[in-house]
């Protein structure tokens, strides 16, 4: 392993680093922090993703493979107090690594033949954003979408709930919902609306094998849901049923109950297309 000097708090690199907290700076130089040793190993993982590495001794003790892994891929490896760090990764408890890492999103036109897509409309939640990204991911995905009303991806609680998951697959932000949806449609997705006062049951829709072919899921706002306008451009709100007396279900579990019934569905289909086929031999 390579030895590292200890980089001051009032290094240039550190206040670069700082800025990337803030969004405006984010999208300006187009590059985001990633913390703790999930989220670094999977950036590591993509070749020329990680400029700078920050680490605590401690942490590089502990995780000398992910240091040897940055010095090899040329990212620059600064050794920080826990202090700095804390100050970096604006947690109460961080885990002593944090990554600068090049923006992930592509266009719109970079998702290819998809049979289970998420967009998230209106989600504010940074945490509940990314923890849908990981259950995303986990569900066998192809995309994940951000409208331009949702939250920003790259924040740094959105990255975290994410656990590593945002460098695994395409994420697209900043289209309009009527974008996305209006395409997906066009290429022969059936387009549903997640919503607790959809007249359809989610059993209903996948016993009728509805959730079958290639399916997109709109997520809306954690508190007031989807704009009517956007449930409009879909092919209908669809609902989780709820069997016992909770009043509802949280965004992120919704979307986990949607995802998987789906991808159950598809992978039981015995006339899924080629397209779906493939993608269940690179899972």
Not at 109 to 121: D, T
Not at 218 to 239: C, H, I, M, R, S
């Amino acid at each position: 392993m390579a030895s590292h000097e200890f980089t001051s708090a009032r290094s240039p690199r550190i206040k670069g680093a700082r800025r990337l907290a803030k969004r405006a700076f984010r999208r300006r130089e187009r590059r985001f922090l990633a913390e703790g040793p999930q989220a670094v190993r999977e950036a590591l993982a993509a070749p020329g993703r990680v400029h700078e590495l920050f680490a605590t001794a401690e942490a590089a003790q502990r995780h000398p493979e992910l240091i040897e892994a940055a010095d090899a891929r040329g990212a620059a490896v600064h050794r920080v107090t826990l202090e700095v760090m804390t100050e970096l990764a604006q947690t109460v408890t961080p885990q002593g690594l944090l990554a600068v890492c090049d923006f992930v999103d592509v266009p719109l036109s970079g998702i290819g033949p998809a049979r289970l897509v998420v967009v998230l409309s209106h989600v504010r939640d940074p945490g509940n954003a990314g923890t849908v990204v990981r259950t995303a991911d986990a569900a066998g995905a192809d995309a994940v979408v951000f409208t331009d009303a949702s939250v920003d991806p790259y924040n740094g609680k959105c990255v975290r709930a994410s656990a590593g998951s945002l460098f695994h697959l395409p994420v697209v932000v900043d289209v309009s919902a009527a974008d996305v949806l209006g395409r997906l449609r066009g290429a022969g997705s059936r387009v549903f609306a997640a919503d607790g006062g959809g007249r359809r049951d989610l059993h209903e829709a996948a016993d009728a094998g509805e959730l079958d072919g290639p399916v997109c899921w709109v997520f809306g706002n954690e508190a007031w849901g989807l704009p009517e306008e956007t449930v409009g451009l879909t092919d209908g709100a669809v609902a989780v049923p709820i069997y016992g007396a909770a009043e509802s279900l949280n965004l992120a579990t919704a979307a986990a109950v949607c995802l998987y019934t789906t991808a159950r569905q598809q992978r039981a289909n015995p006339a899924a297309p080629a397209t779906a086929q493939r993608y269940a031999a690179e899972a």
